[in-house]
């Protein structure tokens, strides 16, 4: 069968002055929140794209948000100063968690562990107390940043992607270290497990995608060069069929998730997608809409109907 992927822009969402870095689902498939270089946290509703909330604004840029749906709070990691927990009813600082100051990458909360983990610029993983937010512990395995996490619902660990090119698998609730991945040959950017939890994929500056068997003891399965530069980020659709990366080449990719093979560029010239590098993407389950941000300072939304035809 041929892929007949239409991509169309249905909303550009400006208000941000500097780079917008990352972008977080929330419990409603429709709103999801960005942040950006200039420290402001917003809140966005594809069903009212042009119009969205500011929630916070801090005094230094966010790399990191993670949404915790039980009690309706958003983590914001604030670079050098911690972690910020945001009450969305109130939009007022719940508490505020000193940490190592240096950049917060990423930041993951599983309700299955009742933990968040904390992905630090000096190479340590921070893990709060998902309740109460206090610093339970910090594992440093490396010297160097811990870029990005996933965690495997099915086999309870966490994989974390540092820029020592290493991805590192941990069990999530010991943090015993399980497994050393070392293929990569600059530091990796972007870890995420298929939705069926057999499967990591990661990238990252060396621009390779790379795919692991879980059950195997994280065998890898193979690669594919997947962009001309830095991929910064992947992201499965909502019925876990398809997966896309976006990359400082400008561009973002659609892929099949169960061939690896590559269904459509959108970029500049031929979709009005963005002008510089585009660093994080959120596939919704709202009309199947393709969110991704840049450091263009704008985020696209794009419908992306995926066709077949014999």
């Not at 497994?179 to 990252?204: A, M, R």
Request: charge should be neutral.
């Amino acid at each position: 069968m041929a892929s007949k992927v239409q991509i169309q822009k249905v909303a550009t969402l400006t208000g941000h002055r500097d780079s917008v870095y990352t972008l977080a689902p929330s419990d409603r498939e429709q709103v999801f929140f960005s942040a950006a270089g200039d420290g402001m946290v917003v809140a966005w509703n594809l069903q009212d794209p042009e119009n969205g909330e500011l929630i916070a604004r801090v005094s230094t840029s966010v790399y990191a948000l993670r949404y915790v749906p039980e009690r309706h709070l958003l983590l914001i990691g604030q670079n050098q100063e911690g972690l910020q927990v945001i009450d969305l009813k109130s939009k007022q600082i719940l508490k505020s968690v000193a940490l190592p100051k240096t950049a917060i990458f990423d930041i993951l909360y599983t309700s299955q562990e009742g933990k968040v983990y904390v992905g630090m610029g000096n190479g340590a993983i921070c893990i709060l107390d998902g309740e109460t937010f206090e610093l339970q512990t910090i594992i440093r395995k490396s010297e160097q940043s811990v870029r990005c996490l996933a965690y495997n619902k099915f086999t309870h660990e966490v994989a974390a992607g540092y820029s020592d090119n290493k991805i590192r698998v941990f069990d999530a609730t010991s943090m015993a270290l399980k497994y050393e991945l070392v293929s990569h040959t600059n530091s990796v950017f972007s870890v995420v497990y298929s939705p069926d939890g057999k499967l990591l994929l990661s990238t990252g500056r060396d621009a390779h995608l790379r795919v692991w068997e879980v059950e195997k003891s994280y065998t890898e399965r193979g690669y594919v060069i997947a962009h001309m530069y830095t991929v910064n980020h992947i992201t499965y659709s909502p019925d876990g069929q398809y997966f896309a990366t976006c990359s400082m080449d400008k561009s973002i990719k659609v892929w099949d998730a169960q061939s690896f093979k590559l269904l459509k560029v959108i970029d500049k010239v031929r979709h009005a997608s963005h002008g510089t590098s585009v660093n994080k993407l959120f596939w919704s389950a709202h009309q199947n809409q393709l969110v991704s941000c840049s450091d263009d300072r704008t985020i696209s939304v794009w419908d992306i109907n995926l066709g077949f035809e014999l």
